[in-house]
């Protein structure tokens, strides 16, 4: 009869024993503590000698699709479920067993399949990551600007003593960013929401100095329920340039609140100020999108506040928080991949 145990335990018993009875140890002491026969000692021991203690692979039935077909599976599986008749890409269990069927002409569990995917494959299961249609010229974009024209941003702003500012902005709202969280296992958490739609508009910026040792961040909120528009984002812009006395030069995205009449009026008396604008469809670009995606997915996320005032203070407070964090605001800075270097 097969001892109880897995091939690996096994394995480490038959070592462990031989070991005891090298240091001198009793063989009568080693077979009770181990809980084996004398007898098997011997053998241990011999065996031992001969190098041939090590588990025996389990023979087993072979498997029915070799590593080669498993790397033709992962072409197909790449090529996408659309280009093998499905209306969407979402790779399931039933689809693949189809596919291995088809090319392959074996049949497997659809539950069977999704061990492959995870064993042999090691593919997991994934939700998208969604993209607007034509990113790839927009991609092209983007690169182009960070290779090319940021760095013309720096050095304009270097010749005229500037500060950098990267801003956004952001609405936070009552309903929570939801995340995933233990809970006992079909006891799905309920979290009661006061307001839907009830939100709280924020406008924040990251501020480099100079001589780049230094980054400050600032923000401001609207009222209850309201939108940035132009004027709000106007008075933004006069209140960052009186936080930082000099020179500024004023990244953000293309947006039209941004470009508007108030914010030019502004310009037009405030010859300091220089507005640079980031590409389309660049948020990544943007170290000051840094701060909403740390504050709601790694702060808040799953939070459900009983009223907007409450809200409004936790934002508060997060973000006085991240005032005193210079290494996270480098970091989301960082996180751009902008070619910025911080002295230290």
């Known amino acids: 009869m097969r001892p109880k145990g897995s091939p690996a335990e096994l394995e480490r018993r038959r070592f462990r024993a031989v070991e005891l009875l090298e240091r001198g140890e009793q063989r009568e002491l080693v077979a009770r503590i181990l809980g084996v026969a004398p007898g098997s000692l011997t053998r241990w021991s011999r ?11 389990a023979p087993g039935r072979p498997r029915l699709l070799s590593a080669r077909d498993c790397e033709e599976l992962e072409v197909l599986l790449l090529q996408g479920a659309a280009a093998h008749g499905w209306p969407n890409d979402l790779w399931t269990g039933n689809r693949v067993q189809q596919v291995i069927e ?14 492959i995917l995870k064993e042999y494959l090691d593919w997991s299961c994934q939700k998208p990551e969604h993209q607007s249609r034509g990113d790839d010229a927009d991609g092209a974009e983007v690169a182009r ?34 995340r995933r969280t233990f809970a ?10 006061t307001d839907k739609h009830g939100k709280i508009s924020t406008i924040g910026a990251i501020v480099i100095n100079p001589v780049r040792d230094a980054i400050h961040l600032i923000y401001d909120h609207l009222p209850d329920n309201e939108n940035f528009e132009g004027e709000s984002v106007s008075r933004f812009v006069c209140a960052l340039h009186s936080a930082f006395y000099g020179p500024i030069t004023l990244i953000w995205d293309r947006t ?24 389309p469809y660049a948020p990544k670009l943007n170290p000051a999108d840094g701060i909403w995606r740390y504050i709601k997915y790694q702060r808040l996320g799953n939070y459900a506040p009983a009223h907007l005032s409450e809200l409004r203070d936790t934002i508060t407070i ?9 290494d996270l605001l480098k970091s989301f800075v960082r996180f751009t991949k902008l070619p910025l270097i911080f002295k230290p």
Request: glycine share 6%; with cysteine; aromatic share 10%.
């Open 318 to 326: 997060e973000l006085e928080a991240l005032k005193g964090r210079p």
């Open 184 to 193: 006992p296992r079909g006891r799905r958490p309920i979290q009661a929401i």
């Open 256 to 279: 039209c609140i941004h470009w508007c009449r108030p914010v030019e009026e502004y310009l037009d008396k405030e010859r300091e100020l220089l507005l640079e604008g980031f590409p």
């Open 47 to 57: 065996l031992a000698r001969v190098g041939q203690l090590k588990a025996k692979p």
């Open 102 to 115: 088809r090319h392959f002409g074996v049949t497997y569990n659809h539950q069977y399949v999704c061990h």
């Open 145 to 178: 600007w960070a290779r090319e024209e940021f760095p013309r941003i720096v050095r304009e702003a270097d010749a005229r003593n500037a500060y950098l500012a990267f801003v956004d902005e952001t609405g936070f709202l009552m309903e929570p960013t939801a």
